[in-house]
């Protein structure tokens, strides 16, 4: 049903702009991990942590969104 919900309104024009606003929300998630990581590589660790704490909330309170691995926590294979 919720799949049906979904096709039915997705061209309503308030679902387009919310879409643009969630597009707009993860450009901006990005941009603070990019941020948190190159602070943490500076070794700016307490300001990288703050702005963490941040970035948690706003995606599991405001986004409804799943925790994900911080940028300094991303293993990288070289």
Same mark, same amino acid.
């Given at each position: /049903? +919720? !799949?049906? *919900?979904? =096709?039915?309104? +997705? *061209? #309503?024009? @308030?679902? !387009? ?5 969630? /597009?707009?929300?993860?450009? +901006?998630? %990005?941009?603070?991990?990019?941020? $948190?990581?190159?602070? #943490?590589? $500076? #070794?700016?660790? !307490?300001?990288? %942590?703050?702005?963490? =704490?941040?970035?948690? #909330? $706003?995606? @599991?309170?405001? /986004? *409804? ?11 990288? *294979?070289?």
């Amino acid at each position: /049903m +919720a !799949k049906e *919900d979904d =096709k039915r309104y +997705a *061209d #309503h024009p @308030k679902e !387009k702009e919310a879409n643009s606003y969630r /597009m707009a929300a993860e450009a +901006a998630l %990005q941009q603070l991990d990019w941020t $948190i990581g190159y602070l #943490h590589g $500076i #070794h700016k660790g !307490k300001v990288a %942590q703050v702005l963490a =704490k941040n970035r948690a #909330h $706003i995606r @599991k309170n405001l /986004m *409804d969104r799943e925790e994900e691995p911080l940028p300094t926590q991303v293993t990288r *294979d070289t």
